[in-house]
């Protein structure tokens, strides 16, 4: 079973603060993405890394980057946290589209973040 | 542009009911389709997934989806939905050239006893 897990289920901030928010998985996917979702929304791509220190902006970059070391590691980091960044984030993992093959995207809990 | 069209954004219905969740996409070539679900606190499981072959799959927990190429359409079904069906489903696209796929808005479903 795949498994994606993500460092914190919920957690609160202050307007100004560094925030970093960690995402790991254990099969090995070479993609790995981390999504907002906001009411009404659905699911925005803020970051998409197809391998070690690779990475690709998503649709909203603004206010975020990420880092990614390891291969089963993605991080998120909100540099100087705003209170519009309060949602719930979602890191997910894949392998990568090969052979007409499109493998599925698979989702960790997510972590509902409050910025005061 | 890909899209993802969620026409509902909450549906409400009788236990034992029949569903249909609604999902059109606008993509440029054959789509690769997926539903999602999300229970209340929690992030999204696989329901189903279409890549080709036969236009109706079948997924997990008593779910299908009807693929129509005419209608651009994947369509989310449920002969009989159950109180614990109630939870966020989630169309998606599989964006071309690229393994990031592209959400909708989502459907909020409420199954009342």
């Known amino acids: 079973d795949v498994k994606v897990t993500q460092s914190s289920r919920y957690l609160v901030k202050r307007t100004g603060e560094k925030v970093f928010l960690e995402c790991v998985q254990d099969?090995?996917?070479?993609?790995m993405f981390w999504y907002r979702q906001d009411p009404g929304l659905g699911l925005r791509l803020i970051y998409f890394s197809y391998d070690v220190k690779m990475k690709e902006k998503g649709d909203i970059p603004e206010g975020y980057s990420v880092s990614r070391e390891k291969k089963e590691r993605f991080s998120l980091i909100l540099e100087s946290a705003s209170t519009n960044q309060t949602s719930m984030y979602l890191c997910?993992?894949?392998?990568?589209?090969?052979?007409?093959?499109?493998?599925?995207?698979?989702f960790g809990p997510g972590t509902r973040l409050l910025v005061l | 542009a890909q899209s993802v069209t969620q026409p509902d954004i909450h549906i409400t219905v009788s236990e034992g009911a029949s569903l249909e969740l609604r999902c059109n996409y606008s993509?440029?070539?054959?789509?690769?389709l997926f539903w999602y679900v999300q229970s209340p606190g929690q992030g999204l499981q696989l329901l189903l997934k279409?890549?080709?072959?036969?236009?109706l799959v079948q997924g997990i927990k008593g779910f299908e989806a009807e693929f129509k190429r005419s209608q651009s359409s994947f369509n989310l079904r449920k002969p009989s939905v159950h109180w614990s069906d109630a939870a966020e489903y989630f169309c998606?696209?599989?964006?071309?050239?690229?393994?990031?796929?592209?959400f909708g808005t989502g459907t909020r479903l409420q199954v009342f006893p």
């Open positions: 993509y440029g070539a054959t789509p690769y």
């Open positions: 997910a993992s894949s392998t990568p589209f090969a052979g007409g093959y499109r493998e599925t995207q698979y």
């Open positions: 099969m090995d996917h070479e993609n």
């Open positions: 279409y890549f080709s072959g036969d236009t």
């Open positions: 998606a696209v599989g964006a071309l050239g690229t393994d990031k796929l592209i």
